[in-house]
């Protein structure tokens, strides 16, 4: 029986996370506005997908920043700031969806029988696409990185099932590693690449049959 890979560790805290802990820690304002400028957008969006409203994650993500603000003097480093920063954001929704009676694991917000949207062989083992769409090679740079193509993808990622649009979000948008993703929604391995894979094939196919269209 072959042996599983080894799984990687979470990332820990770099120099910069801890310099800017230390002016946390010293009521320096200005640090802690630049980590809301930073991260407050994305985490309403990771708290909506465990409460029932906008207006509960951005609550959610208020009473979030309190915990970042009261727990700085405990970080230890052992993960980067942003992890820690989402996993308080992650357990304080999960706190209130509980309240709401609305939690359920969340390995288990998915769809019954879910299926790849597009071929897995068209993947490499790590998950990222093998080729592009073949369309993609008659359009300029410029095309690719518009604000038209960016709406598609986000709007095919807003289509998606809640645990796959969370797990493609955390790691192709906002550029969390594997493990980080893990830690913070407490999924396994296999099911943190079952669950990007489906996100990626379905976005790769809302890309494809755009291109296709607009041809």
């Known amino acids: 029986m072959p042996t599983p ?17 230390m002016r946390l820690r ?16 994305s985490l309403v969006r990771l708290a909506r997908r465990f409460v029932s ?19 700085i003097g405990s970080f230890e480093g052992r993960s980067s700031l942003r992890t820690w920063i989402y996993r308080i954001l992650a357990n304080t929704a999960k706190t209130r969806a509980r309240r709401e009676a609305r939690s359920v694991p969340f390995a288990a917000l998915s769809g019954p029988g879910e299926e790849a949207a597009v071929d897995p062989d068209r993947f490499l083992p790590a998950g990222n696409w093998a080729s592009a769409p073949d369309q993609w090679s008659d359009l300029p ?6 604000d038209e193509l960016r ?12 645990n796959q649009a969370t797990v493609i979000r955390l790691r192709d948008v906002e550029g969390f590693e594997s493990s ?18 489906r996100a990626r094939s379905r976005v790769r196919a809302a890309l494809e049959r755009y291109l296709e269209g607009d041809r």
């Open 5 to 21: 890979p080894e799984t990687p560790p979470v990332p820990r805290a770099s120099a910069d996370d801890m310099q800017l802990v």
């Open 26 to 41: 010293e009521g320096d304002e200005s640090a802690f506005m630049e980590l809301v400028d930073r991260y407050h957008a």
């Open 53 to 71: 409203s906008q207006a509960v994650a951005e609550d959610v993500a208020q009473e979030a920043w309190v915990g970042v603000l009261r727990g």
């Open 141 to 146: 740079e410029q095309r690719l990185l518009g």
């Open 151 to 162: 709406r598609v993808v986000d709007e095919a990622i807003e289509q998606l099932p809640a």
């Open 180 to 197: 980080e993703v893990r830690d913070l929604l407490d999924l396994s391995e296999v099911n943190q690449r079952v669950l990007l894979h």
